[in-house]
C-alpha cells in the first residue's frame, strides 16, 4: 500500500485521482481549502485543511504529516486565473494570485514534504501542469494562466534535476482538457478518464525518464 497525497483533492481531476488511488488500496490524503465543502465526496480518505498560497498554512501541513512517509505527492491544485488577462489588459492582482497557486504553490508544497518523501522508498513527485505553458505552443489567450503552468514546467524541471540525486522520480504532466468547473463542459474528457491516464503516466516514470513533460495519454509533451 502507497501513501498517496494530493492537493486540491476536493474537486475535478484532484478528487477523482484520490478516489482511483483509494480504491486501488493505497492511503490516500488530500488538502483542501475548504474541508466543509468537501462534504461526503471522499469517504474514507483522509482530508486536511490547505492553501499552497500561504505559507503557514503550508507549514502547518508539513507538521500534521510529520511522521507520514510518502510515496507520491501530486501537486494538482490550480486555479484558471483572473477573467481579464490578455497581453494588452491584465488583472495584475489576478495574475499574481495565480502565480502564488500554480507556480510557487506546487514548490512550498514539496519543499515542505520533501522529508516525507525521502524517507519513502522510491517516492515520486508530479506536477499537473499544461499544455498551454508550453513555450513551443504558440497562443496568447489566459496568459496569466499560461504564463504560470510555465513557471511551473521549469520549476519542476529544476525539482528533477535536484532530486534525482535523492533517488525521487519527478514529472509534469498535462491532464488534458477537461470537463470540470475550470475545464467547462465543453472539454475534450472527463476526470475519470484524464486520472485514469494521469495514474499510468505516474505508475511509468523512473528515474531514467525523470524531468519530462508527459502527456496523460503517455505521448511525452516539448516544453
Not at 491516464?197 to 511525452?220: H, K, M, P
Request: one cysteine or more; glycine letters at 10%.
Amino acid at each position: 500500500m502507497a501513501v498517496v497525497f494530493i492537493t486540491g483533492g476536493g474537486r475535478g481531476i484532484g478528487q477523482e485521482l484520490a478516489l482511483q488511488y483509494a480504491a486501488a488500496g493505497d492511503r490516500v490524503i488530500v488538502g483542501v481549502r475548504d474541508s466543509r465543502a468537501v462534504g461526503n465526496r471522499l469517504s474514507g480518505i483522509e482530508v486536511l485543511e490547505l492553501d499552497v498560497s500561504d505559507y503557514a498554512s503550508v507549514a502547518a501541513l508539513a507538521r500534521a504529516l510529520s511522521a507520514v512517509d510518502i510515496d507520491l505527492l501530486i501537486n494538482n491544485a490550480g486555479v484558471i486565473g483572473p477573467s481579464q488577462q490578455s497581453a494588452r489588459q491584465m488583472d495584475f492582482s489576478g495574475f499574481a494570485e495565480a502565480l502564488a497557486i500554480n507556480t510557487l504553490g506546487p514548490l512550498r508544497v514539496t519543499q515542505a514534504l520533501l522529508p516525507n518523501l525521502r524517507r519513502a522508498p522510491n517516492a515520486k513527485l508530479a506536477v499537473l501542469t499544461s499544455k498551454m505553458g508550453s513555450l513551443s505552443y504558440a497562443k496568447s489567450d489566459r496568459v496569466a494562466y499560461r504564463a504560470s503552468k510555465a513557471a511551473a514546467n521549469k520549476v519542476t524541471q529544476c525539482l528533477a534535476t535536484d532530486l534525482q540525486e535523492e533517488g525521487i522520480a519527478v514529472a509534469a504532466i498535462h491532464p488534458g482538457w477537461v470537463r470540470t468547473e475550470m475545464g467547462g463542459a465543453d472539454a475534450d474528457i472527463d476526470a475519470a478518464d484524464s486520472a485514469v491516464g494521469i495514474r499510468t503516466v505516474i505508475a511509468n516514470i523512473s528515474l531514467s525518464n525523470t524531468g519530462r513533460f508527459w502527456n496523460y495519454d503517455g505521448a511525452e509533451l516539448a516544453w
